[in-house]
């Protein structure tokens, strides 16, 4: 049984800082390509960025760039999200996705390419 559950969020204070986490468990966590996604009230579901299975490469959205850091520890199927700098727009409830067997330098940038979702963490960043 696939599961993605995420962990972290929570009441921040603009300017602050978070770490998300999501453990993974039922398929082949090393072999995946994995990324973050988030949506506000009232709007869709936008990709925050994404994480090779390898590591090797990471993309992010502009909105970001320079301010979220995506990293994965394999050996313990887990995935994180390290977002500073928060801003009251970054209010949204979080989902951690996973694209199964992609090649290892892969990242999957858009909604349609992942295969599993967890439920999601929200994180609320007041002003």
């Known amino acids: 049984q696939v599961q993605l559950v995420e962990s972290g969020g929570g009441l921040v204070q603009a300017g602050g800082s978070v770490t998300l986490t999501c453990v993974a468990s039922g398929f082949t966590f090393g072999s995946s390509a994995m990324g973050w996604f988030r949506q506000a009230p009232g709007k869709e579901r936008e990709f925050v960025a994404s994480?090779?299975?390898?590591?090797?490469?990471?993309h992010y959205s502009n909105g970001v760039k320079g301010r979220f850091s995506i990293s994965r520890d394999n050996a313990k199927s887990t995935l994180y999200l390290q977002m500073n700098s928060l801003k009251p727009e970054d209010t949204s409830v979080y989902y951690c996705?996973?694209?199964?067997?992609?090649?290892?330098?892969?990242?999957?940038?858009?909604?349609?390419?992942?295969?599993?979702w967890g439920q999601g963490t929200q994180v609320t960043v007041s002003s």
């Open positions: 994480i090779a299975p390898s590591a090797a490469n990471s």
């Open positions: 996705a996973a694209a199964k067997d992609r090649p290892s330098i892969t990242t999957v940038l858009y909604e349609g390419g992942y295969d599993y």
